[in-house]
C-alpha cells in the first residue's frame, strides 16, 4: 500500500486502483448475498479505503516504520472500520441484525482485502525496485561521465603541446631569412596562441571561435608556404553552435603536414561548416598528396585519433571523424555531430 515514499500521484493511483477492485468485489458478493449492487459497493469499498487511509496515516506519523508493519496496522484498521461499515449498511436485514452474525462478511472481506494488500505490496516492490535501478543507473551514469571529463582532459592535454610546438618550429623557421614575414607571422601567433590559450581551458567554445583559431593558424602557413597554399573558410551555420575546443585544429594541422606539404606544388584547403538535416558537419577538404602517400609519414594519425576519442567521449555514437580519399586527389576529413548537442 502506500507508504512514506508515495508521492501524491502514487496515492491517487492507489485509489483508483482499490476502487476498480472494490467495484469487481461487490459484483462477487453480490452473487453470494442478492440485493442492491450499491449496498455491496459501498460495503467493499468501506474495506478498501480504510485500508490505504489507515496506510497513509500511519506512515505520516511514523515514516521510520517497515512497510511489512504498516500494511499489519493498516489491515486491522481496515477490518474495524469496513465490518463496522458493513453492519451499518445490513443491520435492517435480518440475518445480519446482530453483530456477530457478521462473522461470514468479515472472514470475506479479510480474504479480501489481504489479496488486496498483497498486490498493492508486490506492485510497490516492484515500484522500489525500480527507483533503485534508476538511482544506481543514475550513479554509474555520473561515474561515467566523471571518468569521460579526466580522459578529456588528458587527451586535451596530448593535443596541446603538439598544436603549440608545430607553430613555434614554423615561426623560428621564418625568424632566419625573412624577418618582416616573421615579425607578421609573431603577431599572428600571438593572436593564434590568445585563442589557444582561451579556448583550450574551456569545455566548450564557439564554432566562430573555433574557425577563428584555424584562420589565424592558416594565416601563419600561408605566411611560410607563400603561394604553395590557398585556403577558404566557409561558416554556413545560421544560428551559434557551441563546440568542444580544438576538434577542427587536428584536422587542418594534419592537411598541412600529410597533405599540402609533402607536394611540391602545394594545393589547397577548403573548410565548411555545414548543417545536413540534423547533423552539423565540418569539412577540411585537401588537394594534397592524399592518404595513399601518407601513410606511413612520422606521427601522422596521432592528432586525429585523439580527436576521434574526444568526440566518441562526448558526444556518443552519432557523432564521427571520417577520413576518405578525395576523387579530386588530395584527402577529405569531416567530423558531423548531431546539431542539438550543439545549440547554445
Request: glycine residues 6%; negative net charge.
Amino acid at each position: 500500500m502506500a507508504t512514506q515514499r508515495n508521492t501524491k500521484a502514487e496515492v491517487v493511483k492507489s485509489f483508483v486502483y482499490t476502487a476498480a477492485f472494490c467495484a469487481v468485489i461487490a459484483f462477487v458478493t453480490q452473487t453470494i448475498w442478492p440485493s442492491a449492487y450499491i449496498e455491496h459497493l459501498v460495503i467493499s469499498l468501506g474495506y478498501g479505503f480504510s485500508s490505504v487511509v489507515g496506510s497513509i496515516a500511519i506512515s505520516r506519523w511514523k515514516p521510520e516504520l517497515a512497510a511489512r508493519f504498516v500494511n499489519l496496522f493498516s489491515l486491522a484498521i481496515a477490518m474495524v472500520v469496513g465490518t463496522s461499515n458493513a453492519y451499518f449498511w445490513l443491520n435492517s436485514y435480518d440475518n445480519f441484525s446482530e453483530f456477530s452474525q457478521l462473522k461470514p462478511v468479515a472472514i470475506l472481506g479479510l480474504i479480501f482485502t489481504i489479496t488486496c494488500f498483497s498486490y498493492f505490496y508486490t506492485y510497490e516492490q516492484k515500484l522500489l525496485a525500480q527507483k533503485e535501478l534508476e538511482k544506481a543507473k543514475r550513479l554509474q551514469s555520473e561515474q561515467e561521465k566523471a571518468l569521460v571529463l579526466s580522459q578529456l582532459r588528458q587527451l586535451q592535454s596530448q593535443i596541446e603541446p603538439h598544436f603549440l610546438f608545430n607553430t613555434l618550429a614554423n615561426v623560428n623557421a621564418l625568424i632566419s631569412h625573412d624577418p618582416k614575414a616573421a615579425q607578421h607571422m609573431l603577431d599572428k601567433l600571438t593572436e593564434l596562441l590568445r585563442g589557444a590559450l582561451i579556448n583550450s581551458r574551456q569545455e566548450n567554445s564557439s564554432v566562430g571561435a573555433e574557425l577563428s583559431l584555424v584562420d589565424a593558424y592558416l594565416a601563419i602557413q600561408k605566411i611560410r608556404l607563400g603561394d604553395r597554399l590557398e585556403y577558404r573558410i566557409d561558416n554556413q551555420l545560421t544560428e551559434p553552435m557551441m563546440l568542444a575546443p580544438l576538434l577542427i585544429q587536428p584536422l587542418v594541422e594534419n592537411a598541412i603536414q600529410h597533405g599540402i606539404e609533402p607536394k611540391v606544388d602545394g594545393g589547397e584547403i577548403d573548410i565548411k561548416v555545414s548543417q545536413k538535416e540534423q547533423l552539423v558537419c565540418i569539412e577540411v577538404n585537401d588537394s594534397g598528396v592524399g592518404l595513399t602517400q601518407t601513410q606511413n609519414s612520422s606521427g601522422h594519425g596521432i592528432g586525429l585519433q585523439n580527436t576521434r576519442e574526444r568526440i566518441a567521449a562526448l558526444y556518443g555514437e552519432s557523432a564521427e571523424l571520417s577520413i576518405k580519399q578525395s576523387h579530386l586527389g588530395g584527402v577529405i576529413s569531416s567530423i558531423c555531430i548531431p546539431a542539438d548537442s550543439l545549440r547554445v
